[in-house]
């Protein structure tokens, strides 16, 4: 090879370095923003703190926002009852300062009726999340989260992991990512997309948690 020729393909490697990649035009699909706390969850990935989690048993025929502590309209909601304690979810961990306990024995035994509707209202320091459960789809994964939130677990536990645009992951007994109630989920599958909203369970190799939920913030 001429000098001449080894001159050109040192100027061609130079030139191909230079010039730009290609256009990822994916990238710039926008994704709408949601209404309320869900836009400021898109928005900004911060940690914020969770003030607890209520669960109520609604109305065949009431609205799915009314007023769950100043009374319903078109619909009455009642608060659900709690459930007499089972050996199975008994609380084998020491209770804080609040008399919270976050740890338990096993998963606890069914306490809903899964032929019913449940809704929970998630409330922050940002705002309330309002959500519809689904026990028709994942009876025991909404069994164990009432359960949860029935005894006070959620309370002063934070989002600990907030992607703006992705997802709001919270429900961490530890705040580290680690924690959970003191037991795995069993997989329940079913045909629930991963659209913008949807809550869920976290999953690792280890199982599905039995405390740490996440809410995506895209599809």
């Known amino acids: 090879m001429s000098e001449e020729s080894r001159r050109q393909q040192r100027r061609e490697r130079i030139r191909r370095r230079r010039s730009p990649g290609p256009v990822v035009y994916a990238a710039a699909k926008k994704v709408p923003e949601m209404p309320g706390i869900f836009g400021w969850m898109q928005r900004n990935g911060r940690v914020f703190i969770l003030a607890g989690i209520f669960v109520m048993l609604a109305s065949l025929g009431g609205s799915f926002l009314a007023g769950a502590f100043t009374g319903a309209k078109g619909g009455n909601t009642a608060t659900a009852t709690v459930a007499p304690t089972v050996e199975c979810g008994r609380p084998v961990g020491t209770p804080n ?123």
């Open 97 to 219: 300062a609040e008399g919270v306990v976050r740890r338990y024995s096993c998963v606890p035994a069914m306490q809903i009726d899964h032929k019913k509707q449940y809704e929970a209202v998630i409330r922050t320091e940002k705002g309330d999340v309002w959500i519809a459960l689904l026990p028709d789809a994942a009876p025991q994964t909404v069994n164990n989260f009432v359960f949860l939130a029935r005894n006070r677990f959620f309370e002063g536990l934070t989002f600990h992991r907030v992607i703006a645009g992705f997802v709001a992951q919270g429900g961490d007994s530890l705040g580290n990512g680690n924690g959970d109630a003191g037991y795995k989920l069993p997989t329940e599958r079913n045909a629930v997309h991963f659209d913008a909203g949807i809550v869920a369970m976290a999953k690792s190799s280890a199982g599905v948690s039995s405390s740490q939920f996440f809410i995506t913030l895209a599809p």
